[in-house]
């Protein structure tokens, strides 16, 4: 098994960040950001992500929509920052690969 590593995440509705906020935009403009200090890169974005399978962040799930995405990264500044920059999401953290959660990016396919 691989190395468990510390995660953190912020969590919100696909219609919110995907839709009504400029959330891509955001994306982009880190991602060239890295590009230009040879960076790479240390965020993932998962629809439905597994993760929230986890026991500890049930009380998390609860308070989630259904449609939900999360964008994943080993940075807790970068998703400090997110948090404030999007009032209506959620963060958290959690630690992996581990006996519970062999995949830390996987997520569930949604059609």
């Known amino acids: 098994m691989k190395m468990e590593s510390q995660y953190y995440f912020v969590l919100g509705s696909q219609n919110f960040l995907l ?3 400029p959330f891509e935009e955001v994306l982009r403009e880190r991602v060239e950001y890295y590009r230009s200090i040879e960076k790479r890169l ?3 974005l998962l629809p439905s992500p597994q993760f929230l399978e986890l026991t500890e962040l049930q009380s998390i799930k609860k308070e989630c929509l259904t449609n939900n995405i999360a964008l994943v990264s080993t940075n807790k500044n970068f ?3 997110l948090k404030l920059r999007f009032n209506n999401v959620i963060i ?3 630690t992996g ?3 519970k959660l ?4 996987a997520y569930n396919c949604i059609y």
């Open 42 to 44: 240390d965020f993932w």
């Open 79 to 81: 998703v400090t920052w």
């Open 19 to 21: 839709i009504q906020e």
């Open 97 to 99: 690969p581990s006996s």
């Open 92 to 94: 958290g953290e959690f």
């Open 102 to 105: 062999k995949s830390p990016l």
